[in-house]
């Protein structure tokens, strides 16, 4: 089967500019998103993984251009289009004319602070349906009711505040509005990382099932590998701004090249310990995106890094069909976890 492409990023950057001295001039940068080229195909869900500050919110924020970012290629594919426009210095309003704007949304790990509380639950969902099409106020009604039940949720749900539900519900509610829009594309950032485990599970299931009726594609970000595992298809591995590492889900969960995946696969409670005798322990911080380390950037945390990897910064290489790592090293040390 062909796949078809949705989102192509090329070189895609994002640095927060650092202000300082008395007259507030920029100093330096936070390079939160340091250069990615990622391809997203329509209907797969990715995953992107990685430890806190790794830059994964702001990949996602910056896909979908809630930030603008700093330099770099954003190209979207029309459905059934193959010729892709660049959305990355799109402006706001050329986005909505061009009906791009409403089919790329984002699922936030707390819904409570993109929900304006005062507001009714009703109008909590139209609102982006509004801005985009104009409707009756009957037709609107029935909308939103069918969005309701199509997330788990009831017609009495209609006129109550966002605090009167649970965080469960509140991230179905959270997940009605961005679905309303009848999205092409959306951003789960850490959707379900603030519910207890067994409401983890209802939503993750929720979410794949609504993926396969509406045909949508999904960036899910995590910290949990084993949360995407049961949803993602590929999975790439973010490290201090960068991609080190691609590949489909069990490919990468039974085959891992670049050492920070092994770590972050071994970080994985596991009640088999014995089963690891070479677990690669994470020791030590994330560094700082404001200067990152010379080199390959996980070079002060990594166990087998060289002068090459102090030196040269190592580029993400096709190892396998749909596999790419960004590690000098990725052959030998595949040499070393067979033996
Ligand atoms: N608005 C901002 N201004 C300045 N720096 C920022 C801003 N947003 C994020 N950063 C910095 O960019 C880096 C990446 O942040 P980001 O939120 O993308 O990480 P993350 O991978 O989503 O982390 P987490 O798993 O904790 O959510 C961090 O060093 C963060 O401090
Ligand atoms: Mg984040």
Known sequence: MMREKILELKNLKKHYPVL??????????????????????????????????????TTGKAVIRLHDPTSGEINFYHKGSDVPVDIARMGRGEMKKRDIRRKLQMVFQDPTTSMNPRMLVKNIIAEPIRECEKLGSRELDERVKSLLRLVGLDDHHLLRYPHEFSGGQRQRLAIARAVATNPEFIVLD????????????????????????????????????????????????????????????????????????????????????DAEPDR??????????????????????CPFATDLCRNEEPVLEEV??????????????AQLSKR
């Open 280 to 301: 690669i322990v994470l020791t030590g911080d994330v560094p700082s995106p404001l200067d990152p380390p010379a080199g390959c950037r996980f070079n002060p945390r």
């Open 190 to 273: 850490e959707p379900t990382s603030a519910l207890d485990v067994s409401v983890q599970a209802q939503i993750l299931n929720l979410l794949k099932d609504l993926q396969q009726k509406l045909g949508m594609t999904y960036l899910f970000i995590t910290h949990h590998l084993f949360v995407v595992k049961y949803i993602s298809t590929r999975l790439a591995v973010m490290y201090l701004g960068k991609v080190v590492e691609i590949s489909d889900t069990g490919e990468l969960f039974s085959n891992a090249m670049h050492p920070y995946t092994h770590a972050l696969l071994s970080a994985i409670p596991d009640t088999d310990v």
């Open 20 to 57: 300082g001295g008395i007259l507030r001039r920029q100093v330096n940068s936070v390079k939160a998103l340091d250069g990615i080229d990622l391809d997203l195909y329509r209907g797969e869900c990715l995953g992107l993984v990685g430890e806190s500050g790794c830059g994964k919110t």
């Open 320 to 333: 396998g069909e749909g596999h790419k790592v960004a590690c000098h090293r990725k052959f030998e040390l």
